[in-house]
């Protein structure tokens, strides 16, 4: 794979309105994303494009739309709406593109762009590498005529689309009656379509998190923020709290006591009640390397594996896709649930937790550890220079510790994908044990960098 230079693990992301995250890269990509799924023939193409709430929205969206306009693509906006639901809705279109304008978890002050093909998936390496070298060609290159030009409009009730679309995801069967649930939105891309969806299944509602202002995006809320979530459970004595992040496409949970529950516990709680019902297929669960041991034994002693891949959704999903499974995650609270959605959504995995709660009967933190998680410990390692990776010292030191932990416990040395981090994970059963081999790694990375 070449030297990306636009692109990183999820799309284009930086800081808004200074380079790569600028109005001029955004335009960038219209057209060339724009030339690049613009087929030979002579019908009319379409490109849909949805956001957060990030003030910075409103410089990259008229900037994409120009761009796929003047090289003769129509346009739809849909103002904010979740990720999971721009990959939803590109499919449902038919539309060529999707588009989404959002830095996720991330601070207001970053933006970010993801693309999504015609079938809802997340663009392939190759297809970005493909638009990365459009990207370059002179902004008047490659035009529509002007009787060519694409048309834009808004397109007012997408939100609504999506909420019936994550309504029929819920069974049939079970309504969230006389269900008391905090909902934190992040003051993100889900503030309307997550509170609406609980609300007309039934539940009592207690929505934080809801007054997008353009700059509170991910602000002490959301998902990579949980003591809101749990003050709220708290305040508001709610059954089960839910928080999604920025754009919609994780959660974590919080059982009526306060306690947060992670991704690998949601994965161990719906991949078995699914297996439980014959609903599960592949036979077990596709995770990442960063997913606990714990979960791991969990499945194995119910007869399921634990598929792992690089960190990334996108990579889960490709797996989920060959293997034939339907569930799959992060344990930071992508879940994708191949069922309903083509990527990680946050309220989709939310109803799937609350259908079993429902069916169940039993409290939400009698149901919250599906395992006892296994002591985890992890290092970044800072480095300056060359390879670490590759030197000997690090190599021997990588195998002692494997060696140490003897299919006791696991190993993991992997370089950031974002910036200049080793990152040193091991796990096992005994803590201190998991503590000296990633101090004795992590010193060895240390000297060699």
């Not at 890269?25 to 030979?40: E, H, I, P, Y």
């Amino acid at each position: 794979m070449g030297d990306r230079k636009y692109f990183g693990t999820d799309g284009i992301r930086g800081r808004a309105n200074t380079y790569p995250m600028t109005a001029e890269v955004a335009l960038r990509v219209g057209l060339a994303a724009g030339k690049l799924f613009r087929t030979g023939d002579d019908r009319r193409h379409l490109v849909v494009i949805g956001k957060d709430t990030r003030l910075s929205g409103y410089t990259i969206e008229p900037a994409l739309v120009a761009g796929f306009a003047s090289v003769g693509m129509d346009v739809r906006t849909f103002g904010p709406v979740p990720t999971p639901g721009v990959a939803m809705l590109t499919r449902s279109m038919r539309a060529d593109l999707g588009v989404m304008i959002s830095a996720s978890h991330n601070d207001y002050a970053d933006n970010g762009i993801k693309l999504f093909g015609p079938d809802g998936y997340k663009l392939s390496d190759e297809i970005e590498l493909k638009i990365e070298a459009l990207m370059d060609d002179g902004l008047d290159q490659g035009l529509a005529p002007s009787n060519r030009l694409g048309r834009v409009k808004r397109i007012d009730d997408a939100q609504a689309r999506y909420i019936e679309i994550a309504k029929q995801a819920f069974p049939k069967r079970l309504t969230l009656q006389g269900l008391r649930i905090a909902v934190d939105c992040a003051n993100g891309a889900g503030y309307k379509v997550a509170p609406t969806t609980l609300f007309e299944l039934g539940a009592e509602l207690f929505p934080v998190g809801v007054n997008p202002n353009g700059t509170n995006i991910n602000a002490e809320c959301g998902s990579t923020h949980p003591a809101t979530l749990v003050e709220a459970v708290k305040r508001y004595r709610a059954d089960i709290g839910i928080a999604l992040d920025g754009d919609a496409d994780r959660l974590i949970i919080c059982d009526e006591k306060g306690q947060v529950v992670d991704g690998d516990q949601i994965m161990a709680l719906v991949g078995l009640d699914w297996a439980k019902r014959g609903l599960l297929t592949g036979g077990g669960v596709v995770a990442t390397v960063m997913s606990n041991l714990g979960l791991e034994r969990r499945l194995k002693a119910e007869g399921l594996t634990l598929e792992r891949t690089k960190v990334g959704d996108r990579y889960v999903m490709e797996r989920m896709r060959e293997g034939g499974f339907n569930i799959g995650g992060e344990q930071s609270g992508h879940i994708i649930l191949h069922d309903h959605a083509t990527t990680g959504d946050g309220l989709m995995a939310a109803l799937q937790v609350l259908a079993v709660l429902v069916d169940s009967g039993k409290p939400m933190s009698e149901l919250a550890r599906q395992f006892d998680p296994v002591p985890q410990r992890l290092e970044n390692v800072r480095y300056t220079a060359g390879k670490p990776l590759e030197s000997d010292t690090v190599k021997t030191a990588i195998a002692e510790a494997e060696a140490t932990l003897n299919g006791q416990g696991r190993l993991l040395v992997r370089p950031s994908g974002t910036e200049k981090l080793i990152r040193v994970m091991a796990e096992g059963d005994d803590a201190a044990l998991v503590k000296r081999v990633v101090g004795e790694v992590a010193a060895a990375v240390k000297a060699a960098g």
